[in-house]
């Protein structure tokens, strides 16, 4: 346990060479709001998106390069400090995203330039050699982005029967069901979006009823019922991300909801900012609440912290990170604090 419960340990991946550092630690004071660095980490390329398993107390990290390759650390959790576990390869290129199951026994990487998902076991030793790749095959209308498919995320509903791969480049959403004995992936549905969507990533309120996709092209989150005992997904609704008299180009990136459910924030890349909407308990839908600057470039990715009272969103374009105080009955942001610098932070992930 650690000494004071109200620090929150944050780990930021980024775009850095692999003799530069890549992955940086902070603690997070939840009384404060403030962040302060503790250590970083290199002898890895691109560590671009990384996730954490509490259950083995672990992170893992993707390597965003042309060989492509998934690393396992061991997480300190006094001081929050890592140690390198082991690595596999991903046997394709630029792996952008990466999941665990709840019990810390598989791990799940999606490979976005070779459009295929990697499914590997965990153990105490680390990550297992590979057990299956599943390669998507598919394009949609936009020949620069939308030439093959890409599959951007990965991520299972509550009762991890059922997981859902947004493919930005065959604008589907891929549904695999899991075996449960070993966790192969049976592909079950493919959900449509609209030509040129994009979708990206995904997340499930807590009820567990709604579903969410945030879409890079067109800078849309489309909401869905969720029916968990066939893994289907119904489109209720497609909302824009950004406000009405915006004119400018826009990329959407990162999509989260809080703890509560009331509220889901998406980020946007070109606006440059934070997409707040509030969500109706009953249907699902989204209205719009706030679309928050992040005083930076290109903000890639934010994650909401474990007390529910704070949001650090990262600008890659402007090696920042900021951090806004969350309005517990209105969801609305307000920056605080000084920005902290990191070199081209595109991933946060909090750990308490």
Same mark, same amino acid.
């Given at each position: 346990?650690?000494?004071?419960?109200?620090?929150?340990?944050?780990?930021?991946?980024?775009?850095?060479?692999?003799?530069?550092?890549? @992955?940086?630690?902070? $603690?997070?004071? +939840?009384?404060?709001?403030? =962040? *302060? %660095? @503790?250590?970083?980490? $290199?002898?890895? +390329?691109?560590?671009?998106? =990384? *996730? %954490?398993?509490?259950?083995?107390?672990?992170?893992?990290?993707?390597?965003?390069?042309?060989?492509?390759?998934?690393?396992?650390?061991?997480?300190?959790?006094e001081s929050g400090k890592l140690a390198y576990l082991n690595e596999q390869p991903t046997l394709g290129a630029d792996p952008c995203y990466v999941m665990t199951d709840s019990q810390g026994k598989r791990l799940y990487v999606t490979n976005y330039s070779s459009g295929n998902i990697c499914h590997y076991p965990l153990s105490d030793e680390g990550i297992g050699a590979m057990t299956e790749k599943i390669d998507h095959i598919g394009i949609s209308v936009r020949p620069d982005r939308q030439e093959a498919a890409h599959p951007h995320s990965i991520v299972a509903d509550r009762s991890e029967s059922y997981l859902f791969a947004p493919d930005l480049g065959m604008d589907r959403i891929v549904v695999y069901r899991t075996n449960s004995a070993g966790g192969a992936l049976v592909r079950h549905d493919a959900v449509p979006l609209k030509s040129g969507a994009g979708p990206r990533h995904f997340a499930f309120h807590p009820s567990g009823r709604f579903g969410y996709v945030i879409n890079e092209l067109d800078s849309t989150v489309t909401a869905f019922a969720y029916d968990g005992g066939h893994g289907s997904l119904a489109e209720i609704q497609t909302i824009s991300t950004l406000p009405a008299d915006f004119a400018g180009e826009s990329w959407c990136a990162d999509i989260h909801i809080s703890a509560d459910g009331r509220f889901l924030y998406g980020s946007n890349r070109g606006h440059d900012?934070?997409?707040?909407?509030?969500?109706?308990?009953?249907?699902?839908?989204?209205?719009?609440?706030?679309?928050?600057?992040?005083g930076g470039s290109f903000p890639r990715n934010f994650a909401l912290m474990p007390n529910g009272k704070f949001l650090i969103a990262a600008n890659q374009n402007t090696d920042s990170l900021v951090t806004y105080e969350i309005d517990g009955e209105t969801g609305r942001l307000r920056q605080v604090g000084e920005e902290v610098c990191v070199g081209k932070p595109v991933c946060v992930q909090a750990w308490r």
């Open positions: 346990m650690k000494a004071n419960e109200n620090e929150i340990f944050v780990y930021v991946g980024s775009y850095a060479d692999k003799s530069s550092p890549g @992955i940086y630690l902070f $603690s997070f004071r +939840a009384e404060t709001g403030v =962040l *302060t %660095l @503790i250590e970083s980490y $290199s002898n890895i +390329a691109n560590p671009s998106f =990384l *996730t %954490l398993d509490p259950k083995r107390n672990r992170l893992y990290s993707v390597s965003e390069t042309a060989e492509g390759s998934v690393v396992s650390y061991t997480i300190d959790p900012s934070i997409a707040v909407y509030s969500i109706d308990a009953k249907t699902g839908e989204l209205s719009p609440v706030q679309f928050a600057p992040t």
